[in-house]
């Protein structure tokens, strides 16, 4: 009898036990779920890409670009910024570019030639992308104009030097051009071999002249030749420092001041051939974001402005007894008067 309702308790206490199991699990359940959710956004921060942006000296240019850069960025969960604004010295830019580095930076943005050769010089595996950049091509970026270089590839910043010589002559009628460059400037120093090369085969004969050491700008102006019938300031962040003064000597001396720097027209320059920031910055977000989804960087070929437009400044025209033709008008995209 005893063992019987033993065996008749034992029946009666098995379902019970089930119950408990099946409490336990869903219970297991529940705190599955809970720690999922307070871990899911470890998950995302995780899954974060760190871009790490070398904005040289704060400049107002780089600046207008990297507005429009960070305004079309993807959804900032998917990403953190890291903004470095160094000197134009090669020694600061390359503390920028090593700290991008050692911290982590899944990808480099950089403004300008030095940027990029710092970037570049620290790291060959860090995916660089860079804005406003002079002919990478010649700078040794890239292995062509179509061909992203093994972890570098962004978007040029300067317009064809051709159209800029084409309207000056037709502006002015000049056979001499002295071009104003920082000695030292890797970036600078390659535009201006790039201009002779072309200038000669206009019939435009080029006369680099280098700040270098102690000289200063009143004692370069000193070395320009007779008869040179213009200025040509090249984009060495360092000479532009000095660019009123540069705008003040060549006046004295009646030539005009041209280059391929935007915004330098404002400031006293009479032709520029310049590219458009927003252009500029909508390209380098497009690569970026393109990257942090995953999409290969030998997939995204460098690209050239589209948008160049040719400012022609009507007061420094005016000052310097320059009749600016009406067929350089025409083609002109703003006037400064």
């Avoid at 002919?135 to 040029?156: A, K, M």
């Avoid at 201006?192 to 200038?199: C, H, K, N, T």
């Avoid at 041209?258 to 380098?284: C, H, N, W, Y």
């Amino acid at each position: 009898m005893n063992v019987s309702d033993q065996d008749c308790c034992a029946d009666e206490n098995l379902p019970q036990g089930r119950v408990w199991l099946s409490g336990m699990r869903f219970y297991l359940l529940i705190i599955l779920l809970v720690v999922n959710v307070i871990l899911l956004p470890q998950q995302v921060r995780a899954e974060e890409h760190l871009i790490a942006v070398i904005l040289t000296k704060d400049l107002p240019r780089y600046n207008s670009v990297h507005e429009v850069f960070i305004s079309l960025l993807a959804d900032s969960d998917t990403h953190k910024v890291y903004l470095q604004t160094p000197n134009e010295d090669l020694l600061s830019l390359r503390n920028s570019a090593r700290k991008a580095v050692a911290i982590g930076a899944d990808l480099i943005v950089t403004y300008g030639a030095l940027a990029t050769h710092a970037a570049l010089s620290e790291s060959f595996v860090t995916p660089v992308i860079y804005a406003d950049v002079y002919d990478p091509l010649v700078q040794g970026f890239i292995p062509d104009q179509f061909t992203p270089g093994r972890n570098v590839t962004g978007i040029r910043g300067d317009g064809p030097i051709q159209t800029l010589l084409k309207h000056f002559t037709a502006a002015t009628g000049a056979t001499q051009l002295a071009a104003l460059y920082h000695s030292g400037d890797m970036a600078a120093e390659n535009q201006v071999d790039s201009l002779q090369r072309i200038a000669a085969n206009k019939g435009l004969q080029v006369f680099p002249l280098a700040k270098e050491g102690s000289l200063t700008v009143s004692e370069l102006f000193d070395k320009v030749p007779n008869g040179t019938g213009g200025i040509y300031c090249a984009d060495s962040l360092r000479l532009l420092e000095e660019f009123s003064l540069i705008v003040d000597l060549a006046t004295k001396q009646g030539v005009p001041v041209i280059s391929r720097v935007s915004g330098l027209a404002e400031q006293g320059a009479f032709m520029v051939l310049e590219t458009d920031p927003a252009e500029q910055g909508e390209k380098l977000a497009e690569y970026v974001n393109r990257l942090i989804q995953g999409c290969p960087l030998h997939e995204l070929p460098p690209e050239r402005p589209r948008n160049v437009g040719l400012v022609v400044n009507l007061k420094a025209a005016k000052i310097l007894g320059i009749q600016v033709p009406f067929e350089v008008l025409s083609v002109a995209s703003r006037v400064v008067h």
